[in-house]
């Protein structure tokens, strides 16, 4: 009797999982859950607050009943599972991870790419995102180098489809 309660205990409770999960917000997290392993990066990064906060236009060929726009951009070394910054900062240790974490809203398909410099201009790395928004959502892009990234200025820019709508600078110390 015990061999066919604990098999049955857990099929109950794999279905209230289930169930559970089905309820709440639409599953949009595959585009904003950042890579479980963050390619190295070869030169440092810093960020600084967004320049602007202007919306982008959708790209050329976009259905023009949909667009997404750009709406907050943020550094930090942490995010929690909705990609926010926990902890936002301009300056940062060599080994620490640094985070931009992206707001945008509306609805359709964008493309959010980030390219971050070194204060020379060097590019340390550039990522691109595709977009299948239904409304607000926020993306994290990230940086790291586990060696340490040289001490200094960086940037990032955030792009949506093409056109700038953020420049975050942040330091390295």
Request: with cysteine.
């Amino acid at each position: 009797m015990k061999m066919t309660r604990q098999p049955l205990i857990l099929a109950a409770s794999l279905a209230a999982v289930l169930a559970l999960s089905a309820c709440g917000k639409k599953d949009d997290s595959a585009s904003q859950v950042p890579a479980a392993s963050p390619p190295a990066a070869t030169a440092p990064t810093a960020m600084s607050p967004a320049a602007s906060s202007a919306p982008a236009n959708a790209s050329p060929g976009m259905d023009a009943s949909t667009s997404v726009t750009f709406t907050s951009a943020e550094l930090g070394s942490t995010v929690d599972a909705s990609n926010k910054i926990l902890a936002s900062g301009t300056s940062f240790a060599p080994k620490d991870t640094v985070y931009a974490s992206v707001d945008t809203s509306g609805t359709g398909n964008a493309t959010l790419a980030a390219k971050w410099t070194y204060q020379d201009g060097q590019t340390v790395h550039e990522d691109s995102k595709t977009l299948n928004a239904s409304g607000p959502q926020t993306t994290a892009f990230m940086i790291s180098k586990p060696s340490g990234f040289p001490a200094g200025n960086y940037k990032v820019d955030i792009s949506l489809n093409g056109a700038q709508v953020a420049s975050k600078d942040f330091s390295v110390k």
